[in-house]
């Protein structure tokens, strides 16, 4: 079989590799479409090398219909299927806490295991999540970030009415805004690319350019002066961090989404002062695939304007070259797919 493998230096090669047949408890998957996000870049710019085992065979946003399954797994050859790519230790202290999903022994598959860039990819059928028959393999490789989206406004506790600040419009915080208007919530987005903030309007969000406009002046016009119940930071930039507790109304709550490798300044005494909460939202739980596949499945996420492109797996470097020198929205790679 072919498989994408990072191999340092900002380089990605696909050549043969040898496929895992599925031990007890394990499935084999034909994947069909692996999506590449944030993560996937900063493997490739290097920035995780002391993390990742080189060649890395990476990837996580997936779609694929289940080759084979070992001893003991209820699953059908044949069936639609997607991963919820975390692995966890079960017994340390969050896992005892219920709180599996950041494990304190994580592993992230496709990260610190092998991943989904490869024509079969065996993993626990305990991670598999099957797909309804019907929903199109492209979309439903868009289940994982739509998961992570999911989960950001669960944590948040957004309702019906309530508005919703959502600072940077890349792919994580346009499905944030799908999600937060699938709540029936009003959404205020606010992104500097004019094609990201064209996309978001397009969907029902209220745009604003926070270089040439004024997202404060938008967001106390819009709630009479009271402020945002929830705010989401998907910027992952000092200056958004500083400002995001500045568009909460009292005893509003600040979701940080985006992941900001170094501290950055926060103004506690905003958050004093207007008994703001804080929360951290991270990855997801079975609950929020099971939610994004019922969105997609629906029809109630603009699937088709978000994949930007489709790649054939000889192209996986060519995709990440084209991410990195332009706004794309999600570039998915056709794992099956052999270039001309």
């Not at 903030?197 to 029902?204: M, S, T, Y």
Request: some cysteine.
């Amino acid at each position: 079989m072919r498989a994408a493998k990072y191999i340092g230096g900002g380089r990605v090669e696909v050549g043969e590799a040898d496929a895992q047949a599925p031990a007890a408890g394990e499935v084999s998957i034909r994947v069909a479409f692996n999506g590449i996000c944030g993560t996937d870049l900063h493997i490739v710019q290097g920035h995780m090398d002391a993390r990742v085992d080189m060649p890395a065979t990476i990837g996580h946003e997936m779609s694929g219909v289940i080759e084979a399954v070992g001893d003991g797994v209820d699953l059908a050859v044949g069936a639609p299927v997607t991963v919820m790519p975390l692995r966890w230790c079960g017994s340390c202290a969050a896992c005892a806490a219920g709180h599996q999903h950041i494990c304190q022994r994580l592993d992230f598959v496709g990260i610190d295991s092998p991943g989904a860039l490869q024509e079969l990819w065996t993993v626990p059928a305990s991670i598999v999540v099957p797909l309804p028959e019907g929903l199109s393999l492209q979309h439903a490789a868009l289940v994982e970030p739509l998961a992570v989206a999911v989960h950001d406004v669960r944590r948040s506790r957004l309702a019906t009415g309530e508005t919703a600040v959502v600072i940077g419009g890349g792919p994580i915080g346009q499905l944030i805004a799908v999600v937060a208007r699938a709540t029936g919530a009003t959404v205020i987005l606010a992104e500097p690319d004019a094609a990201r903030r064209d996309f978001a309007a397009q969907q029902g969000a209220i745009v604003v350019d926070p270089i040439e406009g004024d997202l404060a002046a938008v967001v106390e016009e819009r709630t009479a002066g009271a402020g945002a119940d929830v705010v989401f930071e998907v910027a992952g930039t000092r200056g958004t961090a500083l400002d995001a507790t500045r568009h909460a109304r009292t005893r509003g709550r600040v979701v940080f989404v985006a992941i900001h490798p170094e501290p950055v300044p926060v103004d506690l005494h905003r958050i004093f002062w207007r008994e703001l909460e804080v929360l951290g939202a991270r990855v997801y739980e079975r609950e929020d695939f099971e939610r994004a596949i019922e969105l997609l499945a629906a029809g109630q996420v603009p699937a088709d304007a978000l994949i930007t492109r489709v790649v054939p797996l000889d192209a996986t470097m060519e995709a990440f070259e084209a991410l990195l020198s332009a706004a794309a929205m999600k570039i998915l790679v056709d794992v099956q797919g052999v270039g001309a």
